[in-house]
């Protein structure tokens, strides 16, 4: 599976999966790409048949979590 960041702005960035479908993944939702570099950010692999991973970061989602957020709330314990 094709994957490339398209645009990176100050609330998110974009990526294409595939041929055609683009998904916004916004900081407040996906906070691990919150104050990352461009190249970290734009450094993505798919990784499986639905999965991405940014190395650089140690991130890996599947595309329903992206498509789907609010399916999979984060959780901090102090």
């Known amino acids: ?5 398209t645009n ?3 609330h998110g960035f974009w990526i294409l999966v595939g041929n055609n479908k683009e998904l916004f993944l916004p900081y407040d939702e996906f906070p691990w ?12 692999k798919s990784f499986g ?9 140690d991130v890996d989602l599947s595309l329903e979590m ?4 609010e ?6 314990h102090s």
């Open 71 to 76: 399916r999979f709330p984060l959780l901090a």
């Open 33 to 44: 790409f919150k104050d990352q570099t461009v190249n970290d950010i734009t450094k993505v």
């Open 1 to 5: 599976m094709k994957v490339e960041v």
């Open 49 to 57: 048949k639905d999965h991405l991973y940014w190395e650089n970061l």
């Open 66 to 69: 992206i498509e789907h957020p």
């Open 8 to 10: 990176i702005s100050n």
